[in-house]
């Protein structure tokens, strides 16, 4: 995940306050959240204890942060409106269920909060979209669960929230997998 460090900056710019970071794979984020955020609590259902770099992201950070081995498709352990932000990156291609996840992260973001997200998904192209279609069930199985296929924006607003902002474009790399959804969605 190391060659997208260049686009987390502006995906992450918005952060502020208490950020809940559902994906928190290994910590690649916590470099470049902005100045405004005061804790991270990253949910991530992989193992990483024996990763000394992510121990060491942890511990370099500015803010507080706890990591919790749990996945987001469930019932979180958290009241409704806790967190002032939510973020993922790269991340909802992988959550088996990603509108139960949606729906829960919707729950602990406060009103009025920010959930920041860049994911790959479906082109608007329909010649690529058709490829991703035809790919996607060996890519899921080759690659730890990774769908290349879905509507993010859709996903987000199904689960009740609004978008502020999205930006489509194309990143480095094959079409299928470079299709980037960047955006802002609120809880109102
Ligand atoms: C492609 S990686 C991205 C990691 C990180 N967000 C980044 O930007 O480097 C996808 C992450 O989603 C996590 N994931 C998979 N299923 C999940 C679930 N049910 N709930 C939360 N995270 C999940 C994976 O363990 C993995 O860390």
Not at 147 to 170: C, W
């Amino acid at each position: 995940m190391r060659q997208m460090n260049p686009l987390r900056p502006e995906a992450l710019e918005p952060a502020h306050g208490e950020v809940l970071e559902v994906g928190f794979g290994t910590a690649l984020n916590l470099e470049h959240y902005p100045p405004g955020v005061t804790a991270v609590t990253g949910l991530d259902p992989m193992e990483v204890g024996a990763v000394a770099t992510v121990s060491e992201r942890i511990r370099e950070a500015a803010f507080p942060v706890e990591r919790k081995t749990l996945r987001a498709d469930g019932e979180l352990p958290f009241d409704a409106g806790r967190f002032d932000c939510i973020v993922t990156t790269w991340t909802l291609c992988s959550i088996p269920d990603a509108a139960a996840a949606l729906a829960e992260m919707h729950r602990v973001l406060k009103p009025g909060g920010l959930y920041c997200f860049i994911e790959h998904g479906r082109a608007d192209a329909a010649s690529t979209a058709r490829w991703q279609d035809r790919i996607n069930p060996l890519w899921r199985r080759v690659c730890d669960g990774c769908n290349i296929n879905r509507k993010i924006d859709r996903l987000v607003e199904s689960a009740g929230f609004e978008l502020a902002n999205l930006d489509r474009f194309r990143a480095k790399g094959p079409g299928i997998v470079a299709q980037m959804y960047r955006g802002i969605a609120t809880r109102t």
